[in-house]
């Protein structure tokens, strides 16, 4: 059973499970997906948990102990959450040891107001390890200016990290030379480089939301013809620069000290015109070496009726080149869409968690009475 996503293991991709619940957890279902459909590893962010926790009854007994504590309400959220990552881990535990850490992680991201805030990003990120306490865990740090001086320090200190919010190949670049010198400074501060595991979330469905959007306001037959183009285009323009930093004169030292390097993990993969496949970001973008990310409707759409058949990017980087240069031919300023995309990237989980606040506030007070 589920061929297409053994061939996707077989081809190099790990497969990982963009959700999160203890629902997912206590019901087994989680165990499930690791062992029916490839599952090797799962992601969160703000928005997941938001759905989580306000979509289910099973925090209630949590929420109660908290609200007897009087814990603050940011301090009942991050309770919550590392304890589902924590037990996620502990599920995953078996697939870390026999992928030698590589895989079998659970990823947990700093609180999204964090964002634009250096120093209370390093802080944040080191509680969460300390909280979760698990080796398999990786804080997700997004890829804003501020973050990427943060997420050489946290490397720096031996903790495991995913970078989100990617959207342009500068910052990707950025956010590799952030982590190779995360991995230089861990080196001399003594760590074991080789124990030190790093993802860098590559977004790709709203590339092309945001630039479909503004190839129909042209509408011409030329901006028609490069409609949901962009981001398979932008995903493996990134894997080619992959390639290149990681075969580099800087990198082999380290390399030869036993560290890993960080792979690429397409992100934002469950796609939102009905029009395409709906594997489309997981078939035009196989190549060993990465991670694929789905929700669950993907991995289902994947398992059933995908198409996978091996590299799908090696080879590609001039034909997506010529993309790239097609749609900025017609006005459309890539530079303006990547920086639009960061910016809701932020604002959205920073929405969904303040939601999240809310509607827990609002249960820990129901419960002391307040």
């Known amino acids: 059973m589920y061929e297409n996503l053994k061939k996707l293991s077989?081809?190099?991709?790990?497969?990982?499970?963009?959700?999160?619940?203890?629902?997912?957890?206590?019901?087994?279902?989680?165990?499930?997906l690791i062992r029916d459909k490839h599952v090797t590893g799962v992601t969160t962010n703000p928005t997941i948990f938001q759905k989580a926790i306000s979509g289910s009854d099973t925090y209630q007994d949590q929420i109660r102990e908290l609200s007897v504590r009087r814990v603050s309400v940011d301090e009942a959220i991050r309770m919550i959450t590392t304890r589902d990552v924590r037990d996620a881990a502990d599920v995953l535990r078996p697939v870390y040891?026999?992928?030698?850490?590589?895989?079998?992680?659970?990823?947990?991201?700093?609180d999204p107001r964090?964002?634009?805030?250096?120093?209370?990003?390093?802080?944040?990120?080191?509680q969460l390890a300390w909280l979760v306490d698990r080796d398999n865990v990786l804080i997700k740090i997004p890829a804003t200016k501020a973050g990427l001086p943060a997420i050489t320090a946290v490397l720096a200190e031996g903790i495991s990290v995913n970078v989100?919010?990617?959207?342009?190949?500068?910052?990707?670049?950025?956010?590799?030379?952030?982590?190779?010198?995360?991995?230089?400074?861990?080196?001399?501060?003594?760590?074991?480089?080789?124990?030190?595991?790093s993802v860098a979330s590559f977004f790709v469905s709203r590339v092309d939301t945001e630039i479909d959007k503004r190839l129909r306001a042209i509408g011409s037959d030329e901006a028609k013809g490069l409609l949901g183009k962009a981001a398979v285009a932008n995903a493996r323009?990134?894997?080619e620069a992959f390639e290149e930093v990681f075969s580099s004169e800087?990198?082999?030292?380290?390399?030869?000290a036993g560290a890993t390097a960080q792979r690429p993990l397409w992100a934002?993969?469950?796609?939102?015109d009905p029009s395409y496949k709906d594997t489309l970001y997981v078939d035009d973008l196989i190549v060993a070496g990465t991670v694929n990310t789905m929700p669950e409707a993907t991995l289902d759409a994947e398992a059933d009726h995908g198409s996978p058949s091996g590299d799908a990017v090696?080879?590609?980087?001039?034909?997506?080149?010529?993309?790239?240069?097609?749609?900025?031919?017609?006005g459309i300023s890539y530079d303006e869409v990547v920086q639009v995309l960061e910016d809701e990237g932020v604002e959205k989980f920073e929405a969904s968690w303040n939601e999240l606040l809310t509607a827990l506030k609002a249960e820990l007070e129901k419960e002391s009475g307040a």
Request: glycine fraction near 8%.
């Open 114 to 126: 964090l964002a634009h805030q250096t120093e209370a990003s390093i802080a944040e990120a080191k």
């Open 268 to 272: 934002s993969t469950g796609v939102k």
């Open 97 to 110: 040891d026999r992928t030698g850490g590589v895989d079998g992680r659970v990823s947990i991201e700093v």
């Open 237 to 239: 323009l990134a894997f």
């Open 164 to 197: 989100t919010l990617i959207f342009s190949l500068e910052r990707y670049r950025a956010v590799m030379d952030a982590f190779v010198s995360g991995i230089e400074q861990a080196k001399a501060n003594g760590h074991d480089v080789s124990k030190i595991q």
């Open 250 to 256: 800087r990198w082999a030292p380290l390399k030869a």
């Open 10 to 32: 077989t081809d190099g991709v790990s497969i990982w499970l963009d959700d999160l619940s203890r629902d997912r957890i206590r019901t087994g279902n989680l165990a499930e």
């Open 314 to 330: 090696r080879g590609t980087y001039a034909q997506a080149k010529q993309v790239i240069v097609d749609i900025e031919a017609l």
